[in-house]
């Protein structure tokens, strides 16, 4: 007889809460790091105190997903007949477990999705309400945040149960809301930019190909989905929306309430634009050239003279990576295969082909490689999805699969809420010695 997916994770988390237990109970005073008056002033940047196990960004390697590097996590996750992509399924098993599941595992998941999928009427109904001038994201996080009526966990709590089970609702409500986010996403999308014209979803498709049916995009298109799901999953949790989702989660809240939260930060430009922000730029560049597909010596001159005037090439280095981001790799795999007449790629291309040598030789970045941003808004672009403020809910779709699991576990291993402690600015003249 199989083991479904919740079986699976309720053996896993049998087996890690006495780990935990150990740290806590016999190494709770062992000094992590240390924290200075910079990181406290400035983000805490790089300050070691979170915890999770559903991914870890390594400087070399890329993001890892439950230790796998993200090539990995493509060439070893079940794909659909005839695609490319992974199934969207295979990762939240994989982030759930920590193991690759097979064939067998993966379609019981796209079923128990399927299962889930469907939107109460009410979300239609409050989405329509919604002038039609409103930002997508607002819609979306106004969406998830109505469907907290419908939390599991939250009556399940307030009926009194065990915190040794608080993640068993959890869990089901990170399945019911997974299901339903890409039904949430394309409905906005069609009445937004599309005449309010929605597309059913179909029964037993997986999800990305799911969504790329509801959007209304033909093949690839649910490849691109797939894979741009999966490379937005997870981020580790001191990011913007995830740390946002973590926190509030940390208070009990629900997995609707969390996640509304996780999509608020994320929809902050500081976070989650910077692909249509690079979309943008690249279009510029196309116009400012006049549409000219440039020689490698005519696009390197046109990047140090934007260096000179004292401009940065947008998508390039990242606070983390010292080398190309994989996210990006991965996607221009797909590029050269599929786009590789688009004039927007091709402008792509010669930025990566000229950019990383420039800032190795201006050497003020740390990191010249491109990241992910260099080039998701360019292939969204090619498929028709050009309205930029759109971007930020496909990308807010794929991280709640992640931040969603690291909540399922957080309710698991019973972790607190989160309060940390302020200093003033007395304080830390004080300590500073001023």
Same mark, same amino acid.
């Given at each position: ?8 994770? &309720? ?50 390697? @890329? ?19 005839? +695609? ?49 001038? +409103? ?15 419908? +939390? ?42 599309? @005449? ?47 740390? %946002? ?69 947008? @998508? ?21 295969? &599929? ?48 309205? &930029? ?15 969603? %699991? ?29």
């Amino acid at each position: 007889m199989s083991v479904t997916l919740k079986e699976k994770l &309720y053996e896993k988390i049998q087996e890690w809460r006495p780990r935990t237990a150990a740290l806590l109970k016999d190494h709770s005073d062992k000094v992590v790091g240390e924290v200075t008056i910079g990181q406290a002033i400035g983000g805490m940047r790089s300050v070691k105190s979170l915890v999770t196990d559903i991914s870890y960004l390594d400087p070399e390697e @890329g993001i890892r997903y439950r230790g796998y590097t993200l090539p990995e996590v493509f060439e070893k996750l079940p794909k659909p007949e005839g +695609s490319e992509m992974p199934y969207v399924e295979g990762l939240i098993y994989l982030l759930l477990t920590g193991d690759m599941p097979t064939e067998s595992e993966v379609s019981d998941v796209v079923g128990e999705l399927n299962k889930r999928r469907i939107l109460p009427r009410y979300v239609y109904e409050m989405l329509d309400a919604f002038p039609a001038n +409103s930002h997508p994201m607002a819609m979306f996080s106004s969406a998830i945040l109505s469907l907290s009526r419908e +939390s599991c966990f939250s009556h399940k709590y307030h009926k009194g149960i065990s915190k040794m089970d608080y993640w068993d609702s959890t869990y089901e409500d990170f399945m019911n809301m997974i299901a339903k986010l890409p039904e949430i996403g394309a409905y906005i999308y069609r009445k937004l930019y599309r @005449g309010g014209e929605r597309i059913i979803s179909k029964p037993f498709l997986d999800l990305g190909a799911n969504f790329a049916n509801m959007m209304g995009i033909a093949k690839p298109y649910d490849d691109v989905s797939r894979m741009y799901l999966i490379i937005h999953a997870d981020h580790e949790s001191g990011n913007v929306s995830a740390h %946002a989702g973590h926190l509030v989660a940390s208070a009990l809240s629900d997995m609707y309430l969390s996640t509304s939260a996780m999509v608020n930060g994320l929809a902050g430009p500081l976070h989650g634009l910077a692909n249509q922000e690079v979309l943008r730029w690249i279009q510029g560049v196309h116009s400012d050239m006049l549409g000219k597909i440039p020689t490698e010596d005519e696009m390197r001159s046109f990047v140090w003279d934007t260096l000179n005037a004292g401009n940065v090439i947008p @998508g390039y280095g990242h606070a983390v990576l010292r080398k190309t981001d994989p996210r990006y790799s991965i996607q221009r795999d797909f590029a050269l295969k &599929y786009l590789k007449d688009d004039p927007l790629f091709k402008y792509t291309d010669l930025l990566y082909k000229v950019v990383p040598p420039i800032l190795l030789e201006q050497g003020k970045a740390k990191n010249p490689w491109p990241n992910v941003d260099a080039q998701s808004g360019v292939i969204q672009w090619h498929y028709g999805v050009k309205e &930029y403020e759109f971007y930020t809910v496909m990308f807010a779709i794929g991280r709640a699969i992640g931040v969603g %699991a690291n909540i399922v576990w957080d309710r698991a291993l019973g972790y607190p809420l989160e309060r940390p402690k302020s200093l003033t600015t007395a304080m830390l003249e004080k300590i500073a010695g001023i």
